[in-house]
């Protein structure tokens, strides 16, 4: 990896306007802050709205950016035009979470694959030779090509979804969520896969995940979301090893493991920690707003 970031993400803060119920702006990001080599897996990490899809749609461009910078390359790409975020579209692009509503079910493996390459005029000669490979690239044999997307299982699609993303090469690919919807034997096949292409093509990754499980096979480091904060980043075999923040220790904890006094063991420390966790949440809140707070109110 260069001494060079690929991607620097610096004091970002994504805050959408009050609507409906919610009478006050909310701010799903408060100032993370993260960097990404050429070559490199950065994983995201928290629970249900931790922030951490949202950190990956400020990257595409797909968030507002109310503060702070997205640099890719050296160029602050944070409010770019959408014709703007379209010439980015050969280096940045994304994996999405369900590989049954990412891929249009009308359209054939090829037709799917084609279309980003005829955005970039390339001939159909061309575009037929870049399909066969990225269909071998992925995994999947060239017949795949005339059939549509209801005949592929979950991992296949998955897999057109990732040749979809490597059509162009970019250098930056966002994986949001990309093997949640997978069971665990796909889910090693998929992440084997993602490993073999980095190295293939040393493409970087920004791998967002709940499951720190996910993360340590492939991520070298590993950022954890909290309340949209990160509260612990580092090597990636330390943070989902031998984490530091009780929020990591949680997440930790909550993966299940084949023995059942040590699962036990872990659920009752899993409880202690959300537990203190509370209760430090509750006592920020009570200095923040200034309030009292009585017991059995």
């Known amino acids: 990896m260069t001494t060079e970031p690929l991607l620097v993400v610096d004091d970002l803060v994504v805050e959408y306007p009050a609507k409906g119920f919610r009478k006050q702006p909310f701010r799903a990001l408060k100032g993370v802050s993260i960097d990404i080599h050429p070559g490199e897996c950065v994983g995201l990490v928290g629970e249900s709205g931790s922030g951490k899809t949202t950190l990956g749609r400020a990257v595409l461009g ?19 035009s959408r014709k703007q975020r379209r010439a980015l579209s050969d280096e940045i692009q994304v ?8 891929l249009n079910p009308s359209l054939t493996i090829e037709q799917t694959l084609a279309e980003p390459l005829r955005v970039k005029k390339m001939s159909s000669a061309d575009a037929s030779r870049r399909i066969r490979t990225l269909l071998d690239q ?7 090509a005339t059939r549509l997307p209801r005949e592929f299982s979950g991992g296949q699609r998955q897999r057109i979804a990732i040749a979809r993303a490597l059509a162009l090469s970019p250098e930056l690919i966002v994986c949001d969520e990309p093997v949640s919807a997978l069971d665990l034997s796909t889910q090693a096949r998929v992440l084997d896969l993602f490993k073999d292409i980095q190295e293939a093509t040393g493409v970087a990754y920004l791998f967002v995940s709940h ?35 009780p929020y990591t220790q949680r997440l930790l904890l909550a993966a299940p493991v084949p023995d059942p006094a040590r699962q036990e063991t872990r659920r009752i420390d899993r409880r ?26």
């Open 95 to 102: 994996v999405f979470q369900d590989p049954y509503s990412s």
């Open 211 to 245: 499951d720190l499980a996910v993360v340590r096979h492939l991520s070298h480091r590993v950022a954890v979301m909290y309340h949209g904060e990160i509260v612990e980043y580092g090597d990636g075999d330390k943070v989902t090893s031998n984490p530091d923040h």
């Open 62 to 80: 797909l968030a507002p950016v109310s503060g702070g910078k997205v640099v890719y390359k050296g160029k602050d790409i944070g409010h770019l």
């Open 272 to 297: 202690r920690l959300l537990d203190e966790q509370r209760k430090q949440d509750l006592e920020f809140s009570i200095t923040r707003t200034g309030t009292s707070l009585v017991v059995g109110e």
């Open 138 to 144: 992925v995994g999947l044999p060239a017949n795949s």
